[in-house]
């Protein structure tokens, strides 16, 4: 089983319209959360960092964590075509020692105009 | 800001050249990372700092070798360029918590021929 799981789409959703993005993770003691953008030949951006459960909101980001469930998400409201690009979940697992951030594959955003 | 700059953008190097990759961070972070990425496999660690002089073994460790002699700067070296190490190479730094967000450089793309 993969350490940090998502889908890796493409995601198609309409200019205006809510995106939603998922991701697992297998470490039940995990402490920290990050989402990253990357668009297509460039490195990855930090977008939100979420640490406790519940919702975080940044602008038109909103991130979600349930360390029940082990999950978090990443929604975008009012997608624009500037969105378009591939999301990066992080996951700092709780190994001790000396952490290091666990990177999913990437889910691909396309915000169709 | 964070600022974690690398020392090209684009290189172009011949098999069995040596090839060194430097990056620099002005945050005085204790960690900082060196990954591939290359399509559909993700980031892939290859070797990280956690204090100068110190480095421990990424995922993927073979093939290349690692240099911190300063705090700030973090080097990469390919003893010999294969070309199955053409890839997006990215550097990232980040301070010892675990609450504490990865920042990453702008990329180098290697090729070997």
């Known amino acids: 089983q993969k350490e940090v799981e998502q889908n890796s789409g493409p995601l198609s959703v309409p200019e205006g319209a809510i995106a939603s993005l998922n991701c697992t993770y297998s470490d039940r003691v995990s402490q920290s959360f990050f989402w990253y953008r990357q668009y297509s030949g460039k490195s990855p951006e930090l977008i939100m960092s979420i640490y406790s459960n519940g919702d975080k909101e940044d602008g038109r980001f909103t991130a979600q964590l349930n360390k029940a469930s082990q999950y978090v998400s990443l929604l975008i409201r009012d997608s624009q075509p500037s969105d378009s690009a591939t999301y990066l979940c992080a996951v700092i697992p709780w190994e001790g020692g000396y952490q290091k951030v666990t990177f999913g594959t990437g889910t691909k955003l396309q915000v169709i105009p | 800001d964070v600022k974690v700059t690398q020392s090209s953008r684009y290189l172009v190097k011949r098999t069995g050249e040596k090839v060194f990759l430097e990056c620099v961070q002005d945050m005085d972070h204790e960690n900082m990372f060196w990954y591939r990425q290359d399509p559909g496999l993700g980031l892939r660690l290859i070797y990280f700092?956690?204090?100068?002089?110190?480095?421990e073994k990424g995922d993927i460790p073979e093939g290349y070798s690692v240099s911190r002699e300063k705090k700030e700067r973090f080097s990469l070296i390919l003893e010999s360029a294969s070309t199955n190490q053409t890839s997006m190479y990215l550097c990232?730094?980040?301070?010892?918590?675990?609450?504490?967000?990865?920042?990453f450089g702008p990329g180098t793309r290697l090729t070997v021929l």
């Open positions: 990232a730094s980040r301070s010892g918590s675990n609450y504490n967000e990865q920042f």
């Open positions: 700092s956690y204090d100068v002089k110190m480095k």
